[in-house]
C-alpha cells in the first residue's frame, strides 16, 4: 500500500542585526524511509561553536515522534548528520502528513546564563583615553530593540581596538567601506563577534575595512588587539559601537550590562549617556 507523506520545509531564523547563523554552515533536513514511510530529522553543524535549535510541527497528519514536541536542541560544533528524531506512521492504511519550521541561533541558550559578575576590560589599549558618545538607551541608533546597552567610544580611524573579554570569534565583517548616518548604512558595518564561555556575545562593530586582526575560529584573551576602528555602517562619526548581548530561550536578543574595570581597581558600569564622560582602560 502506498504511504504519502508530503514534507514542507521552512526556517524561521533570528533576524537582526546580531550574529546570524550562516545557512550555509547550519542546516536541519529530513530524509525518508521508503520502505516504512517514516521521516527522520537531521542537523550539521560547521560553525566553530554550537548552535541552539528548535524544531516546532505545524502540520502532522497521522504521524508521532519519538521525542517531546517542539523539539529543542544544541546541536554541538562540526556535527555532521546528527539525528534528532524520527516520525512514524501512526496507521498505514491512511493518508499522513508533516510540515515544521525551524528557529535557530548561535549558542547553548537552554543551560548558560550570562554571568552577571564578570568584568570586563575596556576595549582599547592601557592608558588611552575616549570619551562616551553614545551609551545605554541612546538617541541616535541605540533605540533599537536589542540595544539597549550598547556603547559607543569616539576614536579615530585606524585606533586599535581590544577584546573586552576572552572567547571565540564567531564572525568577522570587514570588506566594507561606506558608512553614513541613516539607518540604510547598517547593513555595511564591518564587525567581529566574539562568543564567550557563558554563552554570550561580544559585538565590535563600524571597524576599519580590512581592520580585522583576527579570523573566525581564533581564540582570544581579554586585552588583546583584535581590529582596528573605523566609521563604517549606521555611522555618524568615526567610533567603536561595543556591546554585549545573547539570546533568551525564544531566541530573541537580550542585551546585557556590563561592568569595566578601570584603574586601582575601581569598576563601573557605563550607563548614562553623559557628554564628554570619558574612560580609561585600565
Not at 585606533?159 to 564567531?170: F, L, Q
Amino acid at each position: 500500500m502506498k504511504n504519502y507523506i508530503l514534507s514542507i520545509l521552512s526556517f524561521l531564523i533570528v533576524t537582526s542585526s546580531f550574529a546570524q547563523v550562516d545557512d550555509e554552515l547550519f542546516n536541519i533536513y529530513n530524509e525518508r524511509n521508503e520502505e516504512d514511510g517514516s521521516v527522520t530529522v537531521y542537523a550539521d553543524n560547521a560553525n566553530v561553536i554550537e548552535v541552539s535549535a528548535t524544531v516546532e510541527f505545524n502540520v502532522l497528519k497521522n504521524m508521532q515522534a519519538d521525542v517531546e514536541l517542539p523539539f529543542k536542541t544544541v546541536v554541538p560544533a562540526g556535527s555532521k548528520h546528527l539525528k534528532l528524531l524520527t516520525l512514524t506512521i501512526k496507521k498505514m492504511e491512511k493518508e499522513s502528513q508533516l510540515g515544521y519550521s525551524v528557529k535557530h541561533c548561535y549558542g547553548d541558550i537552554y543551560t548558560k546564563n550570562h554571568d552577571d559578575s564578570y568584568v570586563y576590560t575596556i576595549p582599547y589599549k592601557h592608558g588611552q583615553v575616549y570619551s562616551l558618545e553614545q551609551a545605554y538607551g541612546g538617541s541616535f541608533s541605540h533605540y533599537i530593540t536589542g540595544r539597549t546597552h550598547a556603547l559607543d567610544f569616539a576614536m579615530d580611524v585606524g585606533t586599535t581596538v581590544c577584546a573586552a573579554r576572552g572567547g571565540t570569534v564567531i564572525g568577522v565583517k570587514e570588506d566594507s567601506n561606506k558608512g553614513g548616518k541613516t539607518s540604510r548604512y547598517q547593513e555595511y558595518g564591518n564587525s567581529i563577534e566574539v562568543y564567550h564561555g557563558d554563552g554570550s556575545i561580544a559585538t565590535y562593530v563600524h571597524l576599519k575595512k580590512n581592520g580585522s586582526k583576527v579570523k573566525v575560529g581564533d581564540v582570544v584573551k581579554a586585552g588583546q588587539e583584535i581590529a582596528y576602528s573605523g566609521n563604517t555602517g549606521w555611522s555618524s562619526g568615526p567610533h567603536l559601537h561595543f556591546q554585549v548581548y545573547t539570546f533568551n530561550q525564544n531566541m530573541d536578543v537580550k542585551s546585557i550590562a556590563t561592568k569595566f574595570l578601570q584603574p586601582y581597581g575601581k569598576v563601573i558600569t557605563l550607563k548614562k549617556n553623559l557628554d564628554g564622560y570619558t574612560s580609561v582602560h585600565h
